[in-house]
């Protein structure tokens, strides 16, 4: 079993629609997660990252972590058609540096 | 938020040669960097962990003497891939961490090296 799951996609959402996404884990010592964005060829870039249980928001992207559940989740609200890449999950515990990626999830945004 | 770069962004090479990539981070110093490796449609996998000024950390399963590792600067970490055959292809993707001020650390990439192999 990965330590982190995440369900590949597709996803394909109409523009203005919420995407949701979310990724599984069983470390319990995780308590850093964060989210990043990959466009096909590039690296990620990090869009969100929490400590611990909670919710944060950033503009149109809502991170929440639940920690009993070992779930987390992002929103996208008002997709747009740039918003057309692959999302990663990552977490770590203690250890910062060492981070746990999900497999990504792709999302298409069509017009 | 802070840049990294990678130099170059793709390269072909010849089996056999030994390939530098380069990672630097512009706006910020490193005092530690990250190397993975991603095969098309999967996660990024951790190689190893390059701190300034000691020996990187590598992670299980990755070969040492191929992939070699020099963080030489604050700023400036390489990985070579040493006799490079055709199953090294791949997007190698480094990493930098730095400490944001309130913040915890906080780690940001590069774009990216595709590394092929004929």
């Known amino acids: 079993q990965k330590e982190v799951e995440q369900d590949p996609g597709p996803l394909s959402v109409p523009e203005g629609a919420i995407v949701s996404l979310n990724c599984t884990y069983s470390n319990s010592a995780f308590q850093y997660f964060m989210w990043y964005r990959q466009y096909s060829r590039k690296g990620p870039e990090l869009l969100m990252y929490?400590?611990?249980?909670g919710n944060k928001e950033d503009g149109r992207f809502t991170a929440q972590v639940d920690k009993s559940s070992k779930y987390i989740s992002l929103f996208i609200r008002d997709s747009q058609p740039s918003d057309s890449a692959t999302y990663l999950c990552a977490m770590s515990g203690d250890s910062w540096g060492k981070l746990q990626f999900g497999a990504g999830t792709q999302v298409v945004v069509t017009p | 938020g802070a840049v990294v770069s990678q130099h170059p962004s793709r390269v072909i090479c010849k089996s056999g040669t030994s390939v530098k990539i380069e990672c630097r981070s512009l706006?910020?110093?490193?005092?530690?960097m990250f190397w993975y490796r991603q095969f098309p449609k999967q996660s990024l996998m951790l190689m190893a962990t390059s701190n300034e000024g000691s020996k990187a950390t590598y992670e299980q399963g990755v070969e040492k003497d191929k992939f070699l590792i020099n963080h030489a600067s604050l700023t400036l970490s390489t990985l070579t891939v040493t006799s490079a055959h055709p199953e090294d292809s791949s997007f190698y993707i480094c990493?930098?961490?730095?400490?944001?001020?309130?913040?915890?650390?906080?780690?940001?990439f590069g774009p990216g090296t595709r590394l092929t192999v004929l």
């Open positions: 706006d910020f110093q490193a005092t530690t």
């Open positions: 990493s930098a961490l730095t400490r944001e001020l309130g913040v915890t650390d906080t780690q940001y």
């Open positions: 929490t400590y611990s249980s």
